[in-house]
């Protein structure tokens, strides 16, 4: 569940479950979202986008959905891995600039 | 392999030293970062450049000054840092103008002491 206060959310799973990472943001021009995850001691890599004219995009056991009128964003991950056990970031690409805003993470730990 | 190298990928350095992060692409891309990640905070952009020209330089205390000599490289030059400075710094680029995500390098791990 989430922790509040300076504590970095933590989703725990068990392996083989279903993952949902939840994101919020605020900037109604945002047109761009992305997900990176960001295993320790290595920079953030990228893992989906999904631009504002879609709702739904989905990857290799990873699925976004992005819900405009909330300004929810979501990542889920089928089948949870031991090696998917990292901190997800979301981003946001306001439509008038080119630099990524990042929310503040979620540590997602896969137990086998 | 992202693309993005950074080095030195540890560095400890004194409050009265001067040191100099470096960041190399090798994508082609336009534009570069740098962002700074500290525990518990979310990634903050630092400084971007466009085309090797700043464009963004986000309330950076002076004690950090960047260098673009030509879009493929980017510097970090550091100078009588506090203890608070101390973060994982962290090199992006992208293609400007086109709406695809940027690509990170390991980071350099700075510790001030």
């Known amino acids: 569940g989430e922790s509040v206060g300076l504590h970095l959310p933590t989703l725990s799973v068990q392996e083989g479950d279903n993952s949902i990472i939840n994101c919020a943001y605020s900037n109604s021009a945002s047109d761009y979202f992305i997900w990176y995850k960001q295993e320790s001691g290595k920079g953030p890599q990228f893992i989906i986008d999904?631009?504002?004219?879609?709702d739904k995009r989905q990857g290799q056991r990873v699925t976004v959905l992005l819900n405009k009128t909330v300004k929810h964003l979501s990542l889920q991950i089928a089948a949870t891995q031991p090696g998917d056990s990292a901190v997800y970031f979301c981003?946001?690409?306001?439509?008038?600039?080119?630099?990524?805003?990042f929310g503040k993470g979620t540590m997602l730990l896969v137990s086998p | 392999e992202t693309g993005v190298t950074q080095t030195p990928r540890h560095l400890v350095m004194g409050m009265t030293n001067k040191k100099s992060l470096k960041c190399e692409q090798h994508?082609?891309?336009?534009?570069m970062y740098w962002y700074k990640q500290s525990a518990k905070k979310p990634l903050e952009l630092m400084f971007v450049y466009n085309f090797k020209e700043q464009t963004e330089n986000n309330s950076v205390p002076s004690r950090f000054s960047p260098e673009c000599p030509n879009s493929s490289h980017l510097f970090l030059h550091l100078h009588t840092l506090q203890p608070e400075d101390s973060a994982l710094y962290l090199c992006?680029?992208?293609?400007?103008?086109?709406?695809?995500?940027?690509?990170f390098g390991q980071g350099t791990r700075l510790t001030v002491v």
């Open positions: 994508l082609g891309h336009n534009a």
């Open positions: 999904i631009r504002s004219n879609m």
């Open positions: 981003a946001e690409r306001d439509s008038g600039y080119s630099t990524l805003t």
């Open positions: 992006a680029s992208s293609q400007e103008g086109q709406n695809t995500e940027a690509f």
